[in-house]
């Protein structure tokens, strides 16, 4: 089945400065990479997602990026703010399962 | 609309007690599943379900049975408590299957003790 690794699993920035998150995953079948925050005691959010035929995607502070070679994709925040502290996940899936990584808990510092 | 409901929020079980997690969806979802959170594990999928009468088992099914008779419920039981079966369970439901945003519930803290 598939295997999803994230790292790092902690990572405290500075307010304003840059974060990203990487995953790496072992089924080339693969073709849907969403990633999800969940803040301290709520569910898990939908954030961005990006599909296999797409390299990049943007969304206002928030971007992926895909490389289906390497098989490794990665979640960029850019000037982050305090209410960006939360835990993160990656996640992939080839049809019926979405596997997940094991989550970044994202410290903002001000 | 509510959109996906768990109960209960908590709950204590002791070892070898049998329960039921209740979950709901209004949002015409043909797709559901549970997952497990243990930390530093992130979510694990236990079973799904790609529509009523169908159910099958994700990567960590022992211990726990499935059934949807309708669109909208898919209840998760706990045959016989297990101290590892203690977690945070979310139901999630979604338009398709794995590809399409998942829609979590609020999530159910089980302790076994």
């Known amino acids: 089945g598939e295997n999803v690794e994230q790292h790092p699993s902690t990572l405290s920035v500075q307010e304003g400065d840059s974060a990203v998150i990487k995953c790496t995953y072992s089924?080339?079948?693969?073709?849907?990479f969403p990633w999800y925050k969940q803040e301290l005691g709520k569910r898990p959010q939908l954030i961005i997602d990006i599909r296999s035929n797409v390299g990049e995607k943007k969304d206002q502070r928030i971007a992926v990026t895909l490389n289906k070679t390497a098989k490794h994709f990665s979640l960029h925040i850019t000037e982050t703010q305090p209410e960006d502290s939360a835990v993160y996940f990656c996640a992939a899936s080839s049809a019926r399962q979405l596997t997940f990584g094991s989550g970044t808990q994202l410290t903002v510092l001000p | 609309n509510a959109g996906v409901t768990q109960t209960p929020k908590f709950q204590v079980l002791k070892t070898g007690q049998s329960m039921t997690l209740q979950c709901a969806q209004d949002m015409n979802h043909e797709y559901m599943s549970w997952y497990r959170q243990d930390p530093g594990m992130g979510l694990r999928l236990i079973h799904y379900?790609?529509?009523?009468?169908?159910?099958d088992q994700g990567e960590v099914p022992n211990g726990y049975n499935v059934s949807r008779s309708t669109t909208e419920d898919f209840p998760l039981r706990l045959l016989s408590a297990a101290p590892s079966q203690t977690s945070v369970y979310f139901c999630?439901?979604?338009?398709?299957?794995?590809?399409?945003?998942?829609?979590f519930g609020p999530g159910t803290r089980l302790t076994v003790t």
């Open positions: 379900s790609v529509g009523a009468g169908i159910t």
């Open positions: 999630a439901s979604s338009y398709g299957e794995g590809t399409y945003e998942q829609y």
């Open positions: 089924d080339s079948a693969s073709n849907y």
